[in-house]
C-alpha cells in the first residue's frame, strides 16, 4: 500500500523551519513600528513573548539545517 502522506524529506522540513522563522521575525519588525516613544508593561511582555518565539524558531531551524547536512562550525570572525 502507498502511503498517501509521505513523510517531509530533510530539505522540506528546513524549508519550513525557515518560513516560521521568518514569520517570526517579521513579527518583531511589526511590533517595533508601532512601539511608542515610551513602551508600558504589556509592550514589554508582548516583546519578550515575540523575542522568546524568534529565538526558539530559530533553534528549530538550525536543527532542521543540521539535520539536512547544513552543518556550520563556527559563524564568529577571528
Known sequence: MTDLYPAADDREVL???AAR????VRDVEAFLRRLPEVPDPADLTEYANL???EEQTRADRQAAADAAGLNIASLGTE
Not at 522563522?21 to 517570526?24: G, I, K, L, V
Request: glycine letters at 0%.
Open 21 to 24: 522563522h521568518t514569520t517570526a
Open 15 to 17: 524549508r519550513e523551519a
Open 51 to 53: 523575542m522568546t518565539r
